[in-house]
């Protein structure tokens, strides 16, 4: 198994072949030399977490190619800003969209798209030597409604955060009986569950 190990790495850091051919050598190497069985090998490579990654992945790839991060961003600021603008509505509006568009997409791509939706809106403000102290606070919360709302809104769905998918494969690992978590942790939280868990306590 180490010999394959090290065949499959050393094609992997020579680029020896193509990284999709190279990642798909375990597939047929295992089996041929007896390692693991081809259905073992097989699950390995498609298990329901690494399809969900996946799914989640395209899903950002069809977003980031349509600018769809960027259409609704700039149309939830545009309901949300008044005449005139309303700094807690603005706010509120760039956390609502952060939030929605984490819950689809892993964190951190979202919070790289968003971000400079958020700078977009901080160039709109007087310059530099025009700005008061409380263009600066305003400044900083519009970064930290990104940086905050992206986090919260990657916990509600499973695509969300990769901690949700480690979740799911050691709910699956620890308790096999159980029933499985297939959407938003949400309904595991539901309000006879944390009474009784807090009836224990």
């Not at 072949?17 to 259905?39: E, K, N, Q, R, W």
């Not at 990654?53 to 069809?62: D, H, K, N, Y």
Request: proline residues 6%; hydrophobic residues 55%; contains cysteine.
């Amino acid at each position: 198994m180490l010999a394959v190990i090290a065949w499959v790495f050393s094609w992997w850091v020579t680029s020896a072949l193509p990284l999709p051919v190279t990642s798909m050598c375990p597939l047929f190497l295992f089996p041929l030399f007896g390692i693991a069985s081809a259905d073992t090998v097989a699950h390995s490579y498609m298990d329901d977490v690494i399809t969900l990654v996946l799914g989640s992945f395209i899903l950002a790839l069809a977003v980031e190619r349509y600018n769809v991060h960027r259409r609704l961003a700039l149309t939830v600021t545009s309901v949300f800003c008044g005449e005139p603008l309303n700094p807690a509505l603005l706010l509120l509006g760039l956390c609502a969209t952060s939030f929605f568009v984490s819950m689809w997409m892993h964190n951190v791509a979202a919070a790289v798209m968003l971000m400079p939706v958020a700078t977009g809106l901080l160039q709109r403000l007087p310059p530099p030597s025009e700005q008061s102290e409380l263009v600066n606070k305003f400044s900083r919360a519009v970064v930290l409604t990104v940086v905050y709302a992206v986090p919260i809104g990657g916990i509600s769905t499973l695509t969300g955060t990769g901690v949700n998918l480690i979740l799911v494969g050691m709910w699956k690992s620890l308790a096999p009986g159980a029933k499985p978590i297939t959407r938003a942790l949400s309904s595991y939280l539901s309000k006879a569950h944390l009474k009784r868990d807090l009836e224990a306590l």
